[in-house]
Structures are given as structure tokens and as C-alpha cells.
């Protein structure tokens, strides 16, 4: 009962300075929402176009919620072509990423750099670490970008995902940031076929293609339409926690997401 007139107080509170500051108007209360509204930075690489297509879905799903979305790309400086090209090529640059080397990225927008609700930092897993592109930005960037906030982490990733998410766990909380447990996407394509047909497809090869006896075990190479759609009913939930002030201490989502799959065999 206490509680109840304690609220009661405190809506009449925020009532009557709403309706002095704001007039109370329809106009008015449309600016107060807006300018109260949710903020999310989105920044991603993508180099097959996996962790694009499901942040794609998970942006729908963020918007729908009725959060604010930014979403920045990072765009290397030099060119990385997919496919690579070469069986060799192919094992020279999963020797490097292994390694952690670094691709520069052309600068971020300036929006980038402004205060936000919740930023979550994307890209796909390359020989068990965070992508190029994403560790340059962290060497470039990582103190103006993430002091401060909570960033989480959103993986696309073959399967192997824990090392890579440990390793931006250490380098974001290096620049000041609150890590929120990931969201883990892995190709749906059982072990070993999503290994081998992800080299031959880097390779610049089509394992998927045809009527060959390999793809039988291995139809689709990267994410399915269904894990899009998954994406979106997370973004959907993820943007309602952010929106209701839900800690994010404690993952929200499995990791992987493992999605009932349907037949993807003509996408």
C-alpha cells in the first residue's frame, strides 16, 4: 500500500514538471519521448557478407523494439576480397589471422564517438580470433570508442567461438568497457563438412554447388535464413531489455544460439 502512494507521488512529480517544461502538448511529449528514446551503435565487419546478413535481422528487430539504431561498417583500407582466390592464399592468410595480424580500417564516423545506450561490436571469427579489421579498429580507436560503455560482443563464427570471444573480452575491458555476454551465431552445417567446405569456399571454390556427393553432407555455405530470423526476434527481445533497463550482466541469450533448422538446400 506504501508503495502504491509512493508511486502515485512520484508520477504526480513527474506530471506536473513534464506539463510546466513541456506544455503538456501532443508536440511536446512526442520531443520528450524522442529525445529519452534508446541509442545503439552497431560496428561490424563482414568479409563474406554471414555477419551482415544477420545483422540485418537483428537491426529489424532492434527497430521494431523502438530503440534508435546507428550502424557503422568498417571498411578496410586495403581491399580483402572474398573469396581469397587460392588453396594457398587461403592457408597463408588463415596463418596470419592466426596470429592476430591487423588490417587497417578507414576512419569511423564521427557519430561513432558519442554516448550510447549499448554498443555492440560485430564480426565474424577468423582462425579463432576477432577479425583483422576489428582488432585494428581496437588498436586505433578502442579508448574513444568503449571507455566507459557496455559493449557486446556479436560473433559469426564456424563454431570455434570461445577464444575469440575471450581474447575482445581482454581488449575491451583494456579500453575501459563493460563486457555483456555475447550473442554466438556458428554455421549450422555439422562437423567436419562446415570446416572443409569453409576453406574450399574461401579457396574460391563451390562446394555447395552441383550434384556432387559433398553436398549431401554440406548444402549452404555461412548463416541460414532461419538464424536471420532468429536474429531478428533477439534483436526484438535484446532492444525490449534495453529499453527496460535489464542488466546485462548475465547472458540474455545461448551461446551459440543453436536454431531449429529448415531446408535451406535451395538458398
Same mark, same amino acid.
Given at each position: 500500500?506504501?508503495?502504491?502512494?509512493?508511486?502515485?507521488?512520484?508520477? #504526480?512529480?513527474?506530471?506536473?514538471? &513534464?506539463?510546466?517544461?513541456?506544455?503538456?502538448?501532443?508536440?511536446?511529449?512526442?520531443?520528450?519521448?524522442?529525445?529519452?528514446?534508446?541509442?545503439?551503435?552497431?560496428?561490424?565487419?563482414? &568479409?563474406?557478407? $554471414?555477419?551482415?546478413?544477420?545483422?540485418?535481422?537483428?537491426?529489424?528487430?532492434?527497430?521494431?523494439?523502438?530503440?534508435?539504431?546507428?550502424?557503422?561498417?568498417?571498411? /578496410?583500407?586495403?581491399?580483402?576480397?572474398?573469396?581469397?582466390?587460392?588453396?594457398?592464399?587461403?592457408?597463408?592468410?588463415?596463418? $596470419?589471422?592466426?596470429?592476430?595480424?591487423?588490417?587497417?580500417? @578507414?576512419?569511423?564516423?564521427?557519430?561513432? &564517438?558519442?554516448?550510447?545506450?549499448?554498443?555492440?561490436?560485430?564480426? /565474424?571469427?577468423?582462425?579463432?580470433?576477432?577479425? #583483422? /579489421?576489428?582488432?585494428?579498429?581496437?588498436?586505433?580507436?578502442?579508448?574513444?570508442?568503449?571507455?566507459?560503455?557496455?559493449?557486446?560482443?556479436f560473433i559469426s563464427c564456424r563454431g570455434y567461438w570461445r577464444v575469440h570471444y575471450h581474447g575482445i573480452k581482454a581488449l575491451l575491458r583494456s579500453c575501459g568497457a563493460k563486457v555483456a555476454a555475447p550473442i554466438v551465431?556458428? @554455421?549450422?552445417?555439422?562437423?567436419?563438412?562446415?570446416?572443409?567446405?569453409?576453406?574450399?569456399?574461401?579457396?574460391?571454390?563451390?562446394?555447395?554447388?552441383?550434384?556432387?556427393?559433398?553436398?549431401?553432407?554440406?548444402?549452404?555455405?555461412? @548463416?541460414?535464413?532461419? $538464424?536471420?530470423?532468429?536474429?531478428?526476434?533477439?534483436?526484438?527481445?535484446?532492444?525490449?531489455?534495453?529499453?527496460? #533497463?535489464?542488466?546485462?550482466?548475465?547472458?540474455?541469450?545461448?551461446?551459440?544460439?543453436?536454431?531449429?533448422?529448415?531446408?535451406?538446400?535451395?538458398?
Amino acid at each position: 500500500m506504501i508503495g502504491g502512494f509512493f508511486f502515485i507521488y512520484i508520477c #504526480g512529480i513527474v506530471s506536473d514538471r &513534464f506539463s510546466k517544461e513541456y506544455n503538456g502538448t501532443s508536440e511536446n511529449i512526442a520531443w520528450f519521448i524522442i529525445l529519452n528514446k534508446k541509442r545503439i551503435l552497431i560496428l561490424s565487419y563482414s &568479409f563474406s557478407s $554471414q555477419t551482415r546478413n544477420l545483422l540485418n535481422g537483428l537491426i529489424d528487430g532492434l527497430e521494431e523494439s523502438g530503440v534508435e539504431v546507428f550502424w557503422e561498417q568498417l571498411n /578496410p583500407v586495403a581491399e580483402l576480397r572474398f573469396p581469397i582466390g587460392s588453396i594457398s592464399a587461403t592457408f597463408i592468410m588463415m596463418v $596470419q589471422t592466426f596470429l592476430r595480424k591487423r588490417y587497417p580500417v @578507414h576512419p569511423v564516423n564521427p557519430i561513432c &564517438f558519442e554516448q550510447w545506450d549499448l554498443v555492440i561490436l560485430a564480426g /565474424p571469427t577468423w582462425s579463432y580470433n576477432p577479425s #583483422g /579489421p576489428v582488432l585494428s579498429l581496437l588498436d586505433r580507436d578502442g579508448k574513444r570508442l568503449f571507455d566507459g560503455k557496455t559493449v557486446l560482443p556479436f560473433i559469426s563464427c564456424r563454431g570455434y567461438w570461445r577464444v575469440h570471444y575471450h581474447g575482445i573480452k581482454a581488449l575491451l575491458r583494456s579500453c575501459g568497457a563493460k563486457v555483456a555476454a555475447p550473442i554466438v551465431f556458428s @554455421h549450422p552445417t555439422p562437423e567436419p563438412w562446415r570446416t572443409i567446405g569453409v576453406f574450399l569456399k574461401l579457396a574460391g571454390k563451390v562446394p555447395e554447388a552441383g550434384n556432387s556427393w559433398f553436398r549431401r553432407f554440406y548444402p549452404k555455405y555461412g @548463416h541460414s535464413r532461419q $538464424q536471420v530470423e532468429d536474429c531478428r526476434m533477439i534483436g526484438l527481445e535484446l532492444g525490449q531489455y534495453i529499453i527496460a #533497463g535489464t542488466s546485462l550482466d548475465c547472458p540474455l541469450f545461448p551461446a551459440p544460439v543453436r536454431s531449429e533448422e529448415k531446408d535451406d538446400s535451395e538458398g
